[in-house]
Structure formats: C-alpha cells, structure tokens
C-alpha cells in the first residue's frame, strides 16, 4: 500500500474539523411556556441524579429484612436515614452487576466504570479508553441542549488514581461518566469552581441588560468559529489513520457539546430566561442558598484523607460529610435552577479514602476485606451510613423544596449505589441500590422490591425510561424493563 506523506496545517486542520458532523437543533420541551386555555397543564421536566460509594455494604445491615418491615420504617441502620423520606423512595433486590471476566483480577478497575455503562471495556485495547456511553450521558444527549449545562460531573476525590489492574487504563478506576465509548467525563471536586460553573457569568435572578448582551455576543462569537471549522472534514477523516480518525471523533463530540451549548444560548435569548427562574412559578420555594467555603477545599493528598479549607487565613481542617453536604448542595441548586437535568457524584473513589471523623483512620478499601473480623465489618458498616446519611441529605431537601403541584424530589429519580456486592469477596450479584424521587408519577415508590430478576443495564434503562429518555437499543448488559419499578 502506497504510504501519503503529507501534512496539513493548523489552520486547515481547524477548518476542516466539523464538516463531517450534521448539527440538528435539539427539540425544544416547551415545559416552562404558560399553558393556553384548555391545554395540559405545565409540567416540570424530571432530572436524573446519580450518587455513587465504592465496596459495596454490609449486606445484613443495608436491606430491610422483608417488604412490610420496609413499610413500617423499621429500617435497617445503613439506611435508616431515609426514614423522612422512605414513601418516595424504592429498593430493589435482585440486581446483577456486569460479570467481569475476562478482568477476573481486576474489581476495582470494573466497579466504578461499569456502574453507568453496564458495558465491559474492550478487551482488546486494555491500556486506552474504550468502554461503552453511561446511561447519565445517554441522558444529557437528549435534554442538555435544554439547559445551560448538559450535565453536572461532581466528585469528593482528585481523579488521580493509578493500579495495573489486568494492565486497564487507569481513567477506569476514577471515572463513571462516558460521553462517547472512548471519551471518560472528568468531575469537578472544588465546590468554589462548581458554583461558578452553574453562575459565572450570570446572576440568581432575572436577566440584566448587560448579561443579556454578553449572553448574544458570546453565542455569535461561537456561531461564526463554529462556521469557521466548517469544510472538508470529510474528505480529510478518510485520509487518515485511526488514531487520528478517533481524535477527530473526540473532538466532532467537543462541538456537538458547544452547539447544543449555544442553541441553549439562543433559546434563553429569546425567552429572556436567565438561570432558569424565567421557569418558576408563583409557590414554587426560592433557590437554595448554598455556604461555599472561602478559599479552596482540597485533600491534603491524592488520597484526600482530611479536607482543608485553604484561604488567606490558611488552612483549616473540615469534615468529609461536610465537604460532601456542600457538592450536595450545589446538585440541589443545579437542578432547581433547572441549569441541568443530569447529575452525577462519585462520593468516593474504590482506594484512599478514609473518614477520620467516624473516630478510625483507617482506609475505606482496607477494612471491606473483612472476612469475620467484626471489628472491620463494624467499620465499613459505619462507613456505609455515613455515605447513606449524605444521599438522604440531599434528597430529604429536595423534597423540602415546591415545584409545581409537588416536590422537586417528586420530579427527579435520584440513584444512590455501588459497583460491587461487598468488597470482602468482590461479589457482584447483588448490587445494592436506593432510588428516590417519584420521577414526575411514573416511579411506584415507598415500596422493597424483594424478588427482582435483572441486571444493571435492566436497572438504568428502567430509570432512563421513566425519566422519559427514548432508548434505541439497551443500555449495555440490559434486556429488558423492569415493569414493577413502574407506575401503571
């Protein structure tokens, strides 16, 4: 085979980037427009959250001991937190997580990547990334053009972990969000730059003027460099090899996600709609506010064992619950100010952390192989409560939170889980999980489900399903529905 030996330049390549991608406008919902006389009545969209804790549980402590013990609150101590909230909440037994084979030795490389893609990565190409989109991303694709951000990627941990699990990319270890089978979504774990995400640029209220200018420059600026990269991108990508036909691929992705960034732009333009309160209605309850520490908070290490508020004063140490409580917030925020629909939070990741406030210093990863040490087991069952206590924090306050005729809770399906069974023998056939929120009416909630027959990708195309989300084909390992979850 003749070899080409040519190169293009810079600018060509900029030019050439986009023509092979068709840029559809997303739908508009229309969900925040007043309904016309003897028209449905307006509904609030449903958003989708995910809240993730490695290791797994303390099996006997985490599931309630039957469905009327469930009903009745007599709730085991792992989730008794959830008692406030136990009628919008609903739990599934049953749920089979991705057998790992041919990666036998590598459970902690799978349980966080496998979490949202019930997809096994490639065997073939162990050492880069090529694994299957998450179902938080399925998601963001078919209502992120509707907010200002597609999705929300938060986490308690630098993403910085590094094992040669079955020689697995280490991207596997930290990350649960794919935006393309190739494409890990990095998460931000500084609360200060999460909140200026969501606000930067734009205030909580109505739009002024100025923002209003700002808001049509910047989209016009980036309609005319999206029309610059405009071109033979085509008859470029079949040049080239497959290395670059990939990176091409990337970065065709990076501007789908700037046009359907600039078609929300627009959108809210005409709308005059600015952090979603143009969307709000008389009764619904005012934003939260959120207390974000002065200054950074970060890990003293990688390993993030102790937080530390780092400002002009210095460093002053905080508690991981705390610290979690305030990424919490900031999902609240997110989704009541409709800013996104889509949310994920990796409370922490399968090695180094540790919570020096439950009194033991201990790793997290280092009790669960715990075997009939109940000192061990006591630990990681303190350990599990304590991530639980967060998720119902969250939820307990959305449900405090008026939205329509109910709750944003009602209006959202929260997922709280992890990736293994428990973390002494690494087992996978029992994964455990707890939804919360009514998913706008089509979740049947306040029940323990304790027969179900399925699996992970059954679990998350269930819950994209009732959050409205048309699937063209099952989310990874998925085969089907999971009808009882469902109202109706």
Same mark, same amino acid.
């Given at each position: 085979?003749?070899?080409?030996?040519?190169? @293009?330049?810079?600018?060509?390549?900029?030019?050439?980037?986009?023509?092979?991608?068709?840029?559809?406008?997303?739908?508009?919902?229309?969900?925040?427009?007043?309904?016309?006389?003897?028209?449905?009545?307006?509904? !609030?969209?449903?958003?989708?959250?995910?809240?993730?804790?490695?290791?797994?549980?303390?099996?006997?402590?985490?599931?309630?001991?039957?469905?009327?013990?469930?009903?009745?609150?007599?709730?085991?101590?792992?989730?008794?937190?959830?008692?406030?909230?136990?009628?919008?909440?609903?739990?599934?037994?049953?749920?089979?997580?991705?057998?790992? /084979?041919?990666?036998?030795?590598?459970?902690?490389?799978?349980?966080?990547?496998?979490?949202?893609?019930?997809?096994?990565?490639?065997?073939?190409?162990?050492?880069?990334?090529?694994?299957?989109?998450?179902?938080?991303?399925?998601?963001?694709?078919?209502?992120?053009?509707?907010? /200002?951000?597609?999705?929300?990627?938060?986490?308690?941990?630098?993403?910085?972990?590094?094992?040669?699990?079955?020689?697995?990319?280490?991207?596997?270890?930290?990350?649960?969000?794919?935006?393309?089978?190739?494409?890990?979504?990095?998460?931000?774990?500084?609360?200060?730059?999460?909140?200026?995400?969501?606000?930067?640029?734009?205030?909580?209220?109505?739009?002024?003027?100025?923002?209003?200018?700002?808001?049509?420059?910047?989209?016009?600026?980036?309609?005319?460099?999206?029309?610059?990269?405009?071109?033979?991108?085509?008859?470029?990508?079949?040049?080239?090899?497959?290395?670059?036909?990939?990176?091409?691929?990337?970065?065709?992705?990076?501007?789908?996600?700037?046009?359907?960034?600039?078609?929300?732009?627009?959108?809210?333009?005409?709308?005059?709609?600015?952090?979603?309160?143009?969307?709000?209605?008389?009764?619904?309850?005012?934003?939260?506010?959120?207390?974000?520490?002065?200054?950074?908070?970060?890990?003293?290490?990688?390993?993030?064992? &102790?937080?530390?508020?780092?400002?002009?004063?210095?460093?002053?140490? @905080?508690?991981?619950?705390?610290?979690?409580?305030?990424?919490?917030?900031?999902?609240?925020?997110?989704?009541?100010?409709?800013?996104?629909?889509?949310?994920?939070?990796?409370?922490?990741?399968?090695?180094?952390?540790?919570? !020096?406030?439950?009194?033991?210093?201990? &790793?997290?990863?280092? &009790?669960?192989?715990?075997?009939?040490?109940?000192?061990? @087991?006591?630990?990681?069952?303190?350990?599990?409560?304590?991530?639980?206590?967060?998720?119902?924090?969250?939820?307990?306050?959305?449900?405090?939170?008026?939205?329509?005729?109910?709750?944003?809770?009602?209006?959202?399906?929260?997922?709280?889980?992890?990736?293994?069974?428990?973390?002494?023998?690494?087992?996978?056939?029992?994964?455990?999980?707890?939804?919360?929120?009514?998913?706008?009416?089509?979740?049947?909630?306040?029940?323990?489900?304790?027969?179900?027959?399925?699996?992970?990708?059954?679990?998350?195309?269930?819950?994209?399903?009732?959050?409205?989300?048309?699937?063209?084909?099952?989310?990874?390992?998925?085969?089907?529905?999971?009808?009882?979850?469902?109202?109706?």
């Amino acid at each position: 085979m003749k070899k080409n030996n040519w190169l @293009i330049d810079r600018r060509t390549c900029l030019k050439g980037l986009g023509a092979a991608l068709a840029l559809p406008l997303l739908e508009s919902m229309g969900w925040a427009e007043t309904p016309a006389k003897g028209a449905t009545a307006w509904k !609030p969209p449903v958003r989708l959250g995910f809240m993730y804790m490695p290791h797994g549980v303390i099996m006997d402590r985490f599931w309630p001991k039957d469905a009327e013990s469930f009903r009745s609150a007599a709730l085991p101590p792992i989730i008794a937190s959830l008692a406030p909230v136990l009628d919008r909440c609903l739990m599934v037994k049953g749920i089979n997580g991705v057998p790992i /084979a041919p990666f036998n030795g590598g459970p902690h490389a799978l349980e966080l990547s496998t979490w949202l893609t019930a997809t096994l990565p490639d065997a073939d190409r162990r050492a880069s990334i090529h694994i299957g989109i998450s179902a938080d991303q399925i998601a963001a694709n078919y209502v992120g053009g509707m907010t /200002a951000l597609p999705s929300l990627e938060l986490a308690t941990m630098p993403q910085t972990h590094k094992e040669n699990q079955e020689g697995l990319n280490e991207n596997y270890y930290s990350h649960c969000s794919y935006r393309s089978p190739t494409q890990p979504v990095p998460a931000e774990v500084n609360p200060g730059a999460v909140f200026r995400r969501l606000f930067q640029g734009r205030d909580q209220g109505p739009a002024k003027n100025s923002d209003a200018q700002t808001l049509s420059t910047d989209a016009a600026l980036d309609r005319s460099l999206l029309d610059l990269v405009l071109g033979g991108a085509k008859d470029l990508r079949g040049r080239l090899g497959r290395a670059d036909q990939q990176k091409i691929d990337e970065y065709l992705d990076g501007v789908r996600a700037l046009e359907r960034r600039i078609a929300s732009i627009e959108r809210r333009q005409r709308d005059g709609d600015q952090a979603g309160d143009a969307r709000r209605r008389d009764g619904d309850s005012p934003l939260i506010e959120v207390a974000i520490p002065d200054g950074d908070v970060k890990g003293r290490s990688p390993e993030a064992s &102790q937080f530390v508020r780092r400002s002009g004063d210095g460093e002053t140490e @905080i508690k991981r619950s705390e610290y979690m409580q305030v990424m919490c917030d900031l999902t609240v925020l997110a989704f009541q100010a409709d800013i996104t629909r889509v949310s994920t939070y990796i409370g922490s990741t399968p090695n180094g952390a540790s919570y !020096p406030e439950l009194g033991f210093s201990d &790793q997290h990863h280092s &009790q669960t192989h715990y075997g009939t040490d109940q000192v061990k @087991i006591d630990k990681v069952a303190k350990i599990n409560t304590l991530n639980v206590e967060q998720f119902a924090y969250m939820v307990s306050k959305m449900a405090n939170l008026k939205e329509g005729t109910g709750t944003l809770l009602d209006n959202s399906i929260m997922m709280w889980g992890s990736g293994l069974e428990n973390g002494d023998k690494h087992e996978r056939k029992n994964l455990p999980f707890v939804i919360a929120g009514k998913g706008g009416g089509t979740l049947n909630t306040g029940r323990f489900i304790t027969d179900t027959t399925g699996n992970q990708g059954d679990l998350l195309g269930t819950l994209l399903t009732a959050a409205g989300i048309p699937l063209d084909r099952p989310i990874g390992i998925g085969t089907k529905v999971l009808t009882g979850m469902l109202n109706g």
